[in-house]
């Protein structure tokens, strides 16, 4: 499926609904819990969630929710989580993605870091809306496309918006994040953010300040 | 584990003598880092200096005033994570602030036999390598495909 098509699939309120559900959360979820979150019958959730994993937008996997085998112990069950796959169509034809890679190459090279930071920072602060708690964050995380779920006291931020950059020049563009969310944050004084990196997710958590301070 | 390894060194000139107080944003989170990678998936081994817990006083042939660094990993993979997605990358980050601008690759990767613990020397001639011909399978970077297969050495974990 050509990415212009994939991306048409979300067009219909329900289906993005769902969509927006299942890749804001940590792991894979169920038809019913989807179904739940968005509002409709199970059977249109289900409906909805295939057409989402034919056009590769998410993926399924199989699991015993209940946590037992063999006989009597009912089918697996299907569930539904966000794919790893990038799709994007831009008209007229765009191609930010060679020139960043080029501009991040020779600020490696030339090991910018701190510049590169320092400008992070000034441009989250210019964005910096005034937010007064987690929830109030998530929503502005949520915006600019960082997949904010909440983990205990922390938000962990599901998708780097800057992925592939990241993984070719992850100190840089890591670094710079961090920086931007910083800045971001500026406005928000109970609330900070640090990074925490992990495999599969943004390494920045969002946080209120006055947790474990060191 | 019985499959070939995977080696790495990385170096860099402080900006500041370590006992510095401008370095101590470094110094204070070696014990930290350090004990991430002891205990991380896939570590094997890394260079500490008799009755240190690393190796910041350990010089070689790159100069007197060359940080060295040396480990071990089971795969590529454990060592990619282990640098760019854990506590380490915390560290890394500010690089700028405590390490003076390389100006030749600072970095090698290189495969070897499972068992073997490889000195400074052969860590710094990979590098010298590195530096002399650009990567090959005797000695590259996280970007460079070559498996241990392609350096000799028979299938690794990844």
């Known amino acids: 499926m050509e990415d212009i098509d994939a991306i048409a699939v979300l067009q219909d309120p329900v289906r993005r609904r769902l969509y927006e559900y299942v890749v804001a959360q940590d792991g894979a979820v169920s038809r019913s819990e989807a179904a739940e979150a968005a509002g409709v019958q199970r059977t249109l959730a289900a409906f909805h969630l295939d057409k989402l994993v034919g056009a590769g937008l998410l993926e399924t996997e199989s699991r015993r929710l209940g946590g037992q085998s063999g006989p009597g112990a009912g089918r697996p069950a299907k569930l539904y989580r966000r794919s790893g796959a990038e799709v994007q169509f831009s008209v007229p034809a765009r191609d930010y993605r060679t020139a960043a890679d080029l501009l991040a190459e020779v600020a490696e090279v030339a090991r910018l870091d701190t510049a590169l930071q320092a400008a992070a920072r000034r441009e989250g602060r210019a964005a910096a809306q005034p937010v007064k708690d987690l929830a109030a964050a998530s929503a502005v995380l949520a915006a600019r496309g960082y997949q904010p779920c909440p983990d205990g006291p922390v938000l962990r931020l599901a998708n780097c918006p800057f992925h592939v950059l990241s993984q070719r020049h992850p100190g840089l563009v890591c670094g710079m994040n961090l920086a931007l969310l910083e800045g971001l944050l500026d406005a928000a004084p109970g609330l900070r953010a640090r990074m925490d990196a992990r495999p599969g997710l943004c390494c920045v958590v969002v946080e209120n300040s006055k947790t474990n301070d060191h | ?158």
Not at chain 2, 87 to 101: I, M, S, T, Y
């Open chain 2, 1 to 158: 584990m019985t499959g070939p390894r995977l080696a790495q060194l990385n170096v860099g000139i402080p900006n500041f003598p370590l006992a510095d107080p401008r370095m101590a944003g470094f110094t204070s989170m070696l014990d930290t880092v350090n004990a991430l990678a002891d205990n991380a998936p896939g570590f094997v081994w890394r260079l500490v200096e008799d009755g240190a817990n690393d190796a910041t006083e350990l010089r070689s042939p790159l100069g007197d005033d060359v940080l060295v660094n040396m480990s071990v990993w089971e795969s590529r993979e454990a060592l990619w994570d282990y640098v760019y997605r854990s506590g380490h990358l915390d560290v890394l980050r500010r690089r700028a602030e405590w390490f003076q601008l390389p100006k030749a690759p600072f970095q090698v990767l290189w495969w070897i036999p499972a068992g073997h613990l490889p000195t400074v020397e052969e860590a710094v001639e990979r590098l010298e390598l590195l530096r002399a011909e650009g990567p090959s399978p005797r000695a590259f970077g996280f970007r460079d495909p070559w498996t241990a297969e392609d350096a000799g050495l028979g299938a690794a974990v990844s």
